[in-house]
């Protein structure tokens, strides 16, 4: 029973193109997260609802949009493909904002474009 | 401009010996520190955090240390086995206000048998 799941797991697309990926939380989560790790490793925080509002987006081209339609699921919806979105993005949730607690992360998806 | 920062890419250790992991942070509001850990292809898992009214939290061979002063915490493994060798990611928050987990850049964390 997988707490945060996303699919797909790996996903190969041309330049161009539009594409999603899905996170789902079955841990009760009031907040999730969509993370872009790049080619340096870096783990960079791009969107974070709660409660299906949006709180944070960090300078994300809006060819990234994320729809939460409902506490449970945050899809990330990513238009007009580039070369340079080619990354892993990982969904993740925490219970509340104000308290002292862990998030959670999915496994990771690996987005290649071509 | 990078809020945490680790700022040793890699560390090998020998089995059994301590493993020591570095990590800066530069805003002082944050209240809440974490150690993540990482496997290729898996998402990172949640391994010790602290909170800056602490200087030290245990947990089995893990513990953190939180240096407020100097704006520094230190994951300490010991004694450090194989399974240990993975990629190790500080990141920092805040309880109040917009709530996000920053992370540093990773250490990857070699143990040798």
């Known amino acids: 029973d997988t707490a945060v799941s996303q699919t797909p797991k790996y996903l190969v697309t041309q330049m161009g193109n539009d594409k999603s990926i899905k996170c789902e939380q079955n841990?009760?989560?009031?907040?999730m997260y969509w993370y872009k790790q790049d080619s340096k490793k870096f783990l960079k925080i791009m969107f974070s609802?709660?409660?299906?509002?949006?709180?944070i987006n960090e300078t994300v081209p809006n060819r990234f949009s994320p729809k939460s339609p409902d506490k449970a699921h945050l899809n990330l919806h990513i238009n007009s493909l580039e070369l340079g979105d080619s990354a892993v993005y990982f969904c993740?949730?925490?219970?509340?904002?104000?308290?002292?607690?862990?998030?959670?992360f999915g496994q990771g998806t690996r987005l290649t474009v071509v | 401009d990078q809020q945490v920062k680790q700022n040793s890419p890699s560390l090998s250790v020998q089995e059994g010996r301590i493993s020591i992991l570095n990590c800066d942070y530069t805003?002082?509001?944050?209240?809440?520190f974490l150690w993540y850990k990482k496997y290729p292809a898996e998402g990172p898992t949640f391994l010790i955090s602290?909170?800056?009214?602490?200087d030290k939290n245990e947990d089995g061979r893990f513990t953190v240390f939180l240096n407020k002063s100097a704006k520094h915490l230190s994951l300490h493994i010991v004694p450090s086995q194989p399974g240990d060798s993975a990629v190790y990611f500080c990141?920092?928050?805040?309880?109040?206000?917009?709530?996000?987990?920053?992370f540093g850049t990773g250490t990857r964390l070699k143990v040798l048998a």
């Open positions: 993740a949730s925490s219970p509340h904002r104000g308290t002292y607690t862990e998030a959670f």
């Open positions: 841990l009760g989560h009031d907040t």
């Open positions: 609802y709660n409660n299906k509002e949006l709180i």
């Open positions: 805003n002082s509001m944050f209240d809440y």
């Open positions: 602290i909170s800056s009214i602490k």
């Open positions: 990141a920092a928050s805040l309880t109040s206000g917009t709530y996000k987990y920053i």
